[in-house]
Nanobody, 118 residues
Framework: QVDLVESGGGAVNPGGSLELSCKMT????????MGWYRQPPGKERELVAE???????NVVESVKDRFIISRDNAKNTAYLKMDNLKPEDTALYYC????????????WGQGTQVSVSA
């Protein structure tokens, strides 16, 4: 069983920055790949970024020059740093964890809202 607690969302102006955090409060962080999906209003959930247990990263093309994913194993926490935010980044962001041992299930955080508007 894995528990994830997200924080760091909020409302910003275009061009602003936010950093999302996803802390694993139960589970073995070091054996989990981590990542974020987002769900814009009225749209499907989409992958944003992912980081493996050994820190290989993948950030989707639409945000890769603005978002950075990282992890701190000592703090059992993954981070999504988002710069130069745009209105189209407005969404509910969900972090996830998936074990590299069992390859499933995917555990989800509670979601955090990011709103970008002038």
């Amino acid at each position: 069983q894995v528990d994830l607690v997200e924080s760091g969302g909020g409302a910003v102006n275009p061009g602003g920055s936010l950093e999302l955090s996803c802390k694993m409060t139960r589970g073995v962080f070091t054996i989990h790949d981590m990542g974020w999906y987002r769900q814009p209003p009225g749209k499907e959930r989409e992958l944003v970024a992912e980081i493996t247990y050994d820190r290989r990263t993948n950030v989707v093309e639409s945000v890769k020059d603005r978002f950075i994913i990282s992890r701190d194993n000592a703090k059992n926490t993954a981070y999504l740093k988002m710069d130069n935010l745009k209105p189209e980044d407005t969404a509910l962001y969900y972090c996830y964890a998936i074990s590299t041992i069992t390859n499933g299930p995917r555990y989800w955080g509670q979601g955090t809202q990011v709103s970008v508007s002038a």
